[in-house]
């Protein structure tokens, strides 16, 4: 008798305490439940926006406790549990984060799961030389400095295309990023996109056109870049430069006399400078110049692969950006007296600059337009 009171009574004993016990993990339960719920709703302790940034590597649990740290917000206890339980094995992308006054701490994990990282730009300008790349590059903050102090070809080497020349191999165009690309992966991006699209236009080529390899029509069209902004004169532009290369004219354009130049280029261009021997001048020199002299679109691209049939072998500027195209020199000279020699006050070879947003630099004295962009003054020889 009693065993069996001892049994009933170590029984109840059990039951009470796990009725106690469930009423605690009940209480337990319900006051983190609570405290998450206080944690995710908290708004930030924010003034004013403010940029989280995230560096690569970053894990949820450093950076609550880091802002936790700076008074941004309170119980990261919390939401470092609601993360593990609720988020555990999703990455937290670096980059920055904007944060405004009134975001929640859960508003900040949207952010994080959407991978809304703050974005930057940078464009590239048709008819920049590389040393305007480099510049714009070196200028921008968000960008990570990693080429600083290294020659060309040491820049080309670290892209992994080692004696390449660097001039023409990028692709003009709005880029965006975050915070941390570095120079290198932004350049191999810009690399990339000029390969994709010389490789596209190359293989809707027009037939019989003296080119070898893709190389000699990036030269091309760097030429047709540098010599008109006027996107419907680009096809005759090519078209007239093809015509010259097949019959064996010298090409005789201003832009690779000034290229050929580099720094001693002071924005006037001389009858000496014509004759001066660089290998890009193509008064003196046959065919194309040995590389492109500046960077190059996709319409300038296509106009090299495509050009305009036609009969004209010279052209000349109005003076307004737009050109007049001859088929002899008869012609053509009678066009330079006219546009060259009695020139207007707001004569200008090419159309006038755009503006450029501001993470550009400003266009070097190659693409001065103080200088007459006639390229055949000369009779052919």
């Known amino acids: 008798m009693f065993a069996r009171y001892w049994v009933f009574d170590l029984r109840r004993k059990f039951i009470l305490l796990l009725e106690v016990g469930l009423v605690l993990a009940g209480l337990l339960l319900g006051f983190s439940a609570w ?40 119980d990261a206890f919390w939401l470092r549990v609601y993360w593990r339980f609720n988020l555990e094995g999703q990455p937290l992308h670096s980059g920055e984060y904007r944060m405004q006054p009134g975001l929640t701490a859960r508003g900040l994990i949207d952010l994080w799961q959407r991978a809304e990282v703050v974005q930057y730009s940078l464009t590239l300008v048709e008819g920049w030389n590389f040393r305007q790349v480099r510049a714009a590059l070196a200028k921008h903050e968000k960008i990570e400095q990693t080429l600083s102090g290294l020659s060309d070809p040491e820049v080309m080497e670290k892209l992994g295309h080692p004696d390449e020349f660097p001039e023409g191999r990028f692709f ?46 990036l030269i091309m069209a760097s030429l047709v870049e540098k010599e008109t902004g ?114 207007r006050a707001d004569y200008r070879s090419s159309p006038g600059p755009s ?17 007459p962009q006639d390229p055949m003054p000369q009779s052919p020889q």
């Open 230 to 343: 006027v996107p419907r004169e680009r096809g005759q532009i090519a078209g007239v430069f093809v015509r010259r290369l097949k019959i064996g004219m010298l090409l005789q354009t201003d832009p690779t006399v000034i290229y050929g130049m580099g720094e001693h280029y002071n924005g006037k261009l001389t009858r000496a400078h014509l004759r001066q021997a660089t290998p890009y001048n193509t008064y003196v020199n046959a065919g194309l110049p040995p590389t492109p002299i500046a960077m190059v679109g996709r319409e300038a691209i296509h106009a090299a692969l495509n050009p305009v049939p036609g009969s004209s072998l010279y052209f000349v500027a109005r003076g307004d950006g737009s050109h007049v195209f001859s088929d002899n020199l008869g012609a053509h000279n009678a066009a330079v007296r006219e546009f060259q020699l009695k020139r």
């Open 355 to 371: 503006t450029q947003p501001v993470d550009e630099v400003p266009a070097s004295p190659v693409d001065s337009v103080d200088t």
């Open 172 to 217: 003009p165009d709005t880029y965006r990023f975050v915070r941390g690309m570095t120079d290198v992966e932004f350049l191999k991006k810009a690399y990339d996109r000029l390969d994709a699209v010389l490789a596209e236009e190359w293989s809707k080529r027009a037939p019989d056109l003296p080119y070898k390899e893709p190389y000699q029509a």
């Open 35 to 74: 405290k998450l719920d206080s944690a995710l709703k908290q708004p930030l302790n924010l003034s004013q926006e403010q940029l989280l940034d995230v560096p690569a590597g970053s894990t949820p649990t450093g950076t609550f406790n880091r802002l936790e740290q700076d008074g941004v917000l309170k």
